[in-house]
């Protein structure tokens, strides 16, 4: 019966001890806040094996790919699921997404068509482009509401502000959730190593004192930290500006063609880098998916694009997009840089002659973790192509973590979205909570007490 709880829960679901997939629910007696929607796990799939995009929702759900969750769902899949589906919940659900990482993001076109899904203008104008260019999964979801940073929204009983980070894709922020019955901060992933560690360091400002803190902690998953015991590193390492700054010296001094594998998602650097390989005498050849997310964000940037595989492209193309040949890289290798997605790259077979360096820079495949990227460095060393590593990830270094929850000072620090959560803490957080698949916390007075199952 509608009001007589009067309580704001806590649900922890996937993404709690890996990393990907953070499924967290904000419950009060009339609406439902949930973050994110990516998936957790998602290459136990395996594309040779058939899947019709309407069963998808069902499938993910059976692999633990996707959280079971009552309202989000459409009728068919939610009722194989024994679920109650969207258009039969009385809660008011929605989402909050707090970037576009497929980890966050990738399960959006599998809800029901009509649940709200909240992100940030940023993340939104992205998204649409990631559409637009076929590049979401299984559907575009259209019921999507973009929230410029810094404002804040209301849904029933439950108001969220979005607040900007920085990480290593264009749009990305974290939220604070306000019930009547606390605070609730809620990281996303951020750095401090970007171009804009000053808007991370606003992030940890604005949500200061929050009862709770909710904090990614992807970087203490790999190796035996003592957390507390970290002193602030000389340098920041494999920043942007070093990444930059790489590619500033090669693009001056390669004599060929030189050509990268980014990662498309994270426009800015690409951006920075059309102009560093204007100052220096190159143009920047995109492919044309890169080519959108650069235009949606920068319109004012020159764009040239690659004319190779055009046919495979589903949008239309701008005429004032340059088009640069194969003919053009083979002709003029030192006046150019092309950015290549590994889709592609048996491309190099034909520029192979006139490549001087492979920049390997976040782009997939990322780690060995993924098997084509054994394929990838065999097909280097088969080519006998000079490649190299260079980039820099978008999750803050261990001390960095801790800066974040130093600052912050929540009452109650919850990290996830690492495979050693455990590893994650400060002695400026009240109280440490590391919950399991399916835990519910009351939130009263700001603080969270377990609710027995
Ligand atoms: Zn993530
Ligand atoms: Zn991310």
Not at 155 to 166: L, R
Request: some cysteine; hydrophobic content about 35%.
């Amino acid at each position: 019966m509608k009001g007589v709880l009067n309580m704001t829960k806590l649900g922890f679901y996937n993404g709690l001890r890996e990393i990907g997939g953070t499924f967290v629910v904000v419950e009060t007696d009339t609406a439902r806040c949930m973050f994110d929607f990516g998936f957790a796990n998602a290459d136990i799939i395996d594309n040779k094996v058939s899947c019709a995009p309407c069963d998808m929702a069902y499938y993910y759900v059976n692999l633990g790919i996707l959280t079971p969750m009552d309202g989000i769902y459409d009728d068919t899949t939610a009722h194989k699921l024994g679920l109650k589906s969207y258009s039969e919940d009385t809660k008011k659900n929605f989402f909050i997404i707090s970037h576009m990482h497929i980890d966050h993001m990738g399960g959006l076109g599998m809800l029901d068509p009509e649940v709200p899904v909240y992100m940030s203008s940023d993340s939104l104008k992205l998204y649409r482009a990631i559409a637009s260019t076929g590049e979401a999964e299984v559907r575009e979801h259209k019921n999507c509401i973009g929230i410029d940073y810094d404002k804040t929204f209301t849904v029933e009983d439950i108001t969220v502000k979005v607040v900007q980070v920085d990480h290593d894709v264009v749009g990305a922020c974290g939220f604070i959730i306000e019930t009547k019955d606390g605070s609730i901060c809620y990281t996303g992933d951020y750095r401090f190593h970007g171009f804009h560690r000053d808007i991370t360091e606003n992030f940890a400002k604005t949500c200061h004192g929050a009862n709770v803190m909710i904090t990614e902690g992807v970087t203490a998953s790999f190796e035996d930290i003592d957390m507390l015991s970290l002193e602030e590193p000389a340098d920041m390492g494999n920043s942007e500006e070093v990444v930059e700054e790489y590619m500033r010296d090669k693009i001056a001094n390669e004599e060929g063609l030189i050509v990268i594998n980014n990662y498309n998602r994270n426009v800015e650097r690409i951006h920075r880098l059309i102009n560093v390989c204007k100052s220096e005498g190159r143009t920047l050849v995109l492919e044309p998916i890169q080519a959108e997310y650069v235009h949606a964000f920068y319109p004012e940037d020159e764009i040239s694009i690659y004319a190779q595989n055009l046919d495979e492209c589903c949008f239309d193309i701008p005429d004032d997009w340059k088009k640069v040949s194969r003919k053009d890289l083979i002709s003029n290798p030192s006046k150019y840089v092309l950015q290549q997605d590994y889709k592609h790259i048996y491309e190099l077979i034909d520029l192979k002659d006139v490549l001087s360096l492979y920049v390997h820079m976040d782009g997939a495949p990322l780690g060995d973790y993924d098997p084509s990227y054994k394929k990838l460095h065999d097909f280097m060393d088969k080519l006998e192509i000079n490649y190299e590593h260079k980039g820099t990830g978008g999750h803050s270094r261990p001390y960095y973590l801790r800066y974040m929850i130093d600052h912050i000072e929540p009452g109650t620090l919850i990290p996830l979205h690492s495979f050693r959560p455990e590893q994650v803490m400060s002695e400026h957080a009240g109280c440490r909570i590391l919950p399991e698949y399916g835990d519910f916390y009351e939130l009263k007075n700001g603080k969270l007490s377990k609710i027995n199952n």
